[in-house]
Nanobody, 116 residues
Framework: QVQLVESGGGLVQAGGSLRLSCAPS????????MAWYRQAPGKQRELVAG???????SYADSGKGRFAISRDNEKNTVYLLMNSLRPEDTAVYYC??????????WGQGIQVTVSA
């Protein structure tokens, strides 16, 4: 069973930066869209950013101008660079890979905490 493993989370002060990474436990063929989601306590999971196999990107309004998603197709890895972090960015962040447009893999989630 393939697992997605996130890394790079942690505690940072407001205004700081973090870079999240997500890679599979083994190579997966046919990955299309890669994306990052987040879920804050008491809230629903929400899309943060997505990137297609051709590297077209999209962002939730909350992250536009501050976050940058990128991918390395050879490594099946997706990254999320988060700048100018705010306390409201505090959440568990999840990566998601879509395979052949039909099957989704999810990471286990990684905590990001932004202190005021």
């Amino acid at each position: 069973q393939v697992q997605l493993v996130e890394s790079g989370g942690g505690l940072v002060q407001a205004g700081g930066s973090l870079r999240l990474s997500c890679a599979p436990s083994r190579s997966i063929a046919g990955i299309r869209t890669m994306a990052w989601y987040r879920q804050a306590p008491g809230k629903q999971r929400e899309l943060v950013a997505g990137i297609t196999v051709g590297s077209s990107t999209s962002y939730a309004d909350s992250g536009k101008g501050r976050f940058a998603i990128s991918r390395d197709n050879e490594k099946n890895t997706v990254y999320l660079l988060m700048n100018s972090l705010r306390p409201e960015d505090t959440a568990v962040y999840y990566c998601k890979f879509n395979r052949y447009g039909s099957y989704d893999y999810w990471g286990q989630g990684i905590q990001v905490t932004v202190s005021a």
